[in-house]
């Protein structure tokens, strides 16, 4: 699935979010290939479609939204996958296009706990030097898997710092997220969550090199608007 030189999207030196002050983040779980189960993050854009990494695709897949420790069940609503839609180009090498959209078995109870977040317009374009949010379930700095939701900061890079770190980073369809002089970062598991910037998600957690250290690279999402709207339209209900 992956190179030696890309590790899935953990948050390392984070913090544990408020509880259901992100109430569009959905905790993803999947089959892979080997059989293995695997948790992903992602976001809830309609009542019945959650976006996520296309590297997040299996068996299987579940949603739970409403969580904040997935060990305890109050608030949740577990939903399975009808369809993933990866997109169609997505590389399973490079990591291109690390963009799904989730059509759900049924429509999420909207609540308090549960609501959907706006995408970008198509001129949204995050800049070098600005800082947006990320959250997820994944990895803690001490290699654990977390049970709550954390949370981190993270500044957006100039191109050039991901491009000498590898020939295949498109700053037209992806972002150069993370300082390399300060240790927080996504990891495993946070994958195919958002990064959100002033109540929108611009981005979608892919892929980190292999020094680990910052800058990861996230899918741009205001890229790949005409996508995201035409499949949208397909998966709209009957």
């Not at 959905?26 to 695997?38: L, M, P, T, V």
């Not at 049924?106 to 706006?118: F, M, P, R």
């Not at 498109?170 to 598991?189: F, H, L, R």
Request: charged residues 20%; aromatic residues 6%.
């Amino acid at each position: 699935m992956m190179t030696n030189s890309r590790h899935r999207g953990e948050i390392f030196w984070g913090t544990e979010s408020k509880p259901h002050s992100r109430p569009y983040m959905a905790f993803i779980n999947f089959y892979d290939s080997q059989s293995e189960r695997k948790r992903c993050g992602g976001f809830l854009v309609r009542e019945d479609i959650v976006m996520t990494a296309a590297h997040c695709n299996g068996r299987n897949i579940t949603v739970t939204l409403g969580a904040h420790n997935i060990k305890k069940q109050e608030n949740t609503q577990h939903i399975s996958v009808h369809k993933a839609i990866p997109h169609k180009s997505f590389n399973s090498k490079t990591l291109v296009n690390d963009i799904m959209l989730l059509k759900l078995k049924h429509k999420a109870k909207l609540n308090g706990v549960v609501k959907t977040i706006a995408l970008p317009k198509s001129q949204d374009w995050v800049k070098p030097g600005q800082v947006c949010t990320v959250a997820g379930w994944g990895t803690l700095a001490n290699c654990s898997l977390s049970n709550t939701l954390q949370e981190v900061n993270l500044e957006v890079q100039k191109s050039q710092t991901c491009q000498e770190m590898s020939k295949n980073y498109k700053d037209s369809i992806q972002i150069c997220v993370g300082n390399p002089k300060e240790k927080k970062a996504t990891g495993g598991g946070d994958s195919g969550g958002p990064f959100v910037c002033h109540n929108v998600a611009q981005g979608i957690v892919s892929h980190h090199y292999c020094t680990g250290k910052p800058p990861r690279v996230f899918t741009r999402i205001s890229s790949f608007l005409p996508w995201i709207q035409e499949k949208m339209k397909l998966l709209q209900q009957p």
